[in-house]
């Protein structure tokens, strides 16, 4: 009994020190912020934060690990499910948007410049195994596009839904960047007034 309160403790101190660094990268870059300024924001003191972390990179690098972690959970189970790429996209989104405050501190320039690749790095394995050289290229490109539309998307205030959004990602990526915008302006009624 007293190891889960005590694992309880653990995880609500976690927690606050997390909900802390979010809400400070949201105005302050991750090389700007000092433990003692985490520490206030969670109303925790210092030794508390060094019985669980050695810096704040170690405290981000834990809250990065934990949202790739849940991002590709959903994708492999969407896909283990049988569904198809859209379907696992929006999956994906879905994480996305349930994470909102944490994917545009991670996704923004206040959060270290390693996001990219350490996404990359996480998501390789479970979509590159039989690649050639050339898809994976193809795949680093898509990646960042990717994550700057997820950016985009989850800073409107009015969004479409995950689903929406889905089938856009995922028609660029069937269709190409230019086939999609012919698509969606054709869809839209807009198709005259497209400038390349």
């Not at 990717?146 to 995950?162: M, Y």
């Amino acid at each position: 009994m007293a190891e889960n309160a005590e694992g309880r403790r653990v995880k609500m101190t976690k927690a606050l020190l997390k909900s802390s660094l979010i809400e400070l990268m949201k105005t302050k870059s991750i090389h700007t912020i000092s433990i003692k300024e985490i520490c206030t924001g969670a109303d925790i003191n210092r030794s508390t934060f060094y019985r669980h972390y050695n810096t704040q990179y170690d405290l981000y690098d834990e809250i990065v690990h934990e949202l790739l972690a849940s991002l590709i959970e959903a994708y492999t189970k969407s896909r283990a499910n049988g569904e198809d790429l859209q379907e696992s996209i929006a999956a994906v989104l879905e994480v996305s948007e349930k994470e909102r405050e944490v994917c545009l501190v991670i996704l923004s320039d206040k959060g270290n410049v390693t996001m990219g690749e350490s996404f990359v790095k996480a998501i390789s394995p479970v979509v590159t195994d039989d690649m050639n050289e050339l898809s994976v290229y193809l795949f680093q490109f898509m990646a960042a596009g990717l994550a700057n539309i997820v950016w985009t998307w989850l800073n409107k205030p009015v969004r479409q839904s995950p689903h929406e959004l889905a089938s856009l990602m995922y028609s660029m990526m069937k269709r190409g960047i230019y086939k999609t915008i012919i698509r969606q302006a054709a869809k839209e009624g807009k198709l005259k007034d497209l400038k390349f």
